[in-house]
């Protein structure tokens, strides 16, 4: 006797093939073509981690993106300030 087979729907934007694959994703070539990173480590005050986590989260965004725009600023801050 054989059992039966799952049935899976296919996802929104995948084919029935199951591709997977959804038109807008970024090509793969252009996230290799990022500029590489380095990994930044400072001591804070935990308090400050603390607030700044939940600050990310209530906007939806990670600790990097906030800290990453937070040193943009600054240094475009500073940049101004220089000329």
Do not use: C, F, W
Not at 3 to 30: W, Y
Not at 44 to 60: C, D, F, N, T, Y
């Amino acid at each position: 006797m054989s059992e039966p087979r799952l049935k899976v729907k296919p996802r929104p934007g995948q084919s029935a093939a199951g591709s997977g694959t959804p038109p807008d994703l970024v090509p793969l070539t252009a996230l290799v073509a990022e500029e590489p990173t380095a990994r930044l480590n400072v001591q804070i005050p935990a308090k400050m981690r603390q607030q700044l986590k939940i600050r990310a989260v209530q906007e939806g965004r990670t600790v990097q993106d906030l800290v990453k725009q937070l040193i943009q600023g600054y240094l475009a801050s500073t940049h101004e300030a220089v000329r």
